[in-house]
């Protein structure tokens, strides 16, 4: 199992010489499952880093629908493709879906009903019925997390052939959960291989963020603390922060957890193997 980290950065895509390290693209990984089998979660602008990855049947998984989810989907070659079958699952929200209605020929030239590919939208409960029966990958299990994000959001936690990711964005770690909630949720999160969490603030410059659905740094440390999963692994990068801030939260969240947890920052164009436990890059 393989997570390519395509787009690592939230709310919106950035670039400059300060955030080179870690990259600017927005929310896109794709998980694969073993050689060429696999799908997309999530179409922020790192899906244009997405390209000999795919097979014919596409499946793109959505946490949600928030823009910098979405907003890579127009420039995905994918979906210009004849021969392509993409299949988008998701959850909460009736008539067209925003990743299609943003292609609707007046915000994009291309309205989406006119697209080569075939597309087909399906609710997120159907998701792993369906993957398995087209890749055959039985023993397959994809567990559903609701998150606390304005609009709703989902995490997944996935399970195949002996291994466990999860990925936790967007989500905000609230007062319930630091207290009566914790430990439910590190029960979720410990047997995990891996867990890609969302971190986006600084206390002092995003005090006015409370509410908006992503963590604080401190908030994160005091929720993982002495957390004895494998490998944690912020993501959701805030768009002003810098490789220096990434690698003082790296540094902090590191000082929190459990001795034997690793903790890293999500880097875009790069691939963490689950069953060897290390890192690459794309
Ligand atoms: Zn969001």
């Known amino acids: 199992m393989k997570i390519y980290f395509l787009g690592v950065r939230g709310s919106v895509p950035v670039s400059g010489s300060s955030k080179q390290t870690y990259g600017?693209?927005?929310?896109?990984?794709?998980l694969e499952l073993s050689d060429r089998v696999g799908?997309?979660?999530?179409?922020?602008?790192?899906?244009?880093?997405?390209?000999?990855?795919?097979?014919?049947?596409?499946?793109?998984l959505l946490t949600h629908q928030h823009w910098d989810h979405i907003q890579g989907f127009p420039h995905f070659s994918g979906i210009y493709d004849k021969d392509k079958k993409i299949r988008i699952y998701s959850k909460g929200y009736r008539d067209t879906w925003p990743i299609?209605?943003?292609?609707?020929?007046?915000?994009w030239p291309i309205h989406y009903q006119s697209l080569a590919s075939e597309i087909t939208?399906?609710?997120?409960?159907?998701?792993?019925?369906?993957?398995?029966?087209?890749?055959?990958?039985h023993g397959l299990v994809v567990k559903f997390v609701k998150l606390n994000h304005p609009g709703g959001a989902y995490g997944f936690k996935i399970s195949y052939q002996g291994n466990t990711v999860a990925f936790i964005f967007d989500h905000e770690i609230?007062?319930?959960?630091?207290?009566e909630k914790k430990d439910e949720w590190l029960d979720l999160l410990d047997d995990c291989d891996i867990v890609v969490h969302d971190l986006q603030y600084q206390r002092k410059r995003d005090h006015a963020c409370v509410g908006w659905g992503h963590p604080f740094i401190d908030d994160m440390c005091q929720f993982?603390?002495?957390?004895?999963?494998?490998?944690?692994?912020?993501?959701?990068?805030?768009?002003i922060a810098d490789d220096a801030e990434l690698d003082f939260n790296q540094a902090q969240l590191q000082q929190s957890v459990h001795p034997d947890c690793h903790v890293s920052v999500a880097k875009d164009k790069t691939y963490y193997d689950v069953n060897r436990k290390i890192w690459g890059d794309v």
Do not use: R, W
């Not at 939208?121 to 990958?137: A, G, I, Y």
């Not at 993982?224 to 768009?239: I, M, N």
């Open 24 to 30: 600017g693209a927005t929310s896109c990984i794709y």
């Open 100 to 107: 299609l209605s943003q292609m609707d020929g007046i915000a």
């Open 121 to 137: 939208t399906h609710d997120l409960s159907d998701f792993q019925e369906d993957f398995v029966s087209t890749h055959q990958c």
């Open 224 to 239: 993982f603390s002495g957390y004895q999963g494998s490998e944690l692994v912020v993501f959701g990068h805030h768009p």
């Open 39 to 60: 799908f997309i979660i999530d179409a922020g602008t790192g899906i244009m880093n997405l390209k000999d990855l795919v097979d014919t049947n596409v499946f793109l």
């Open 174 to 179: 609230d007062h319930t959960q630091l207290n």
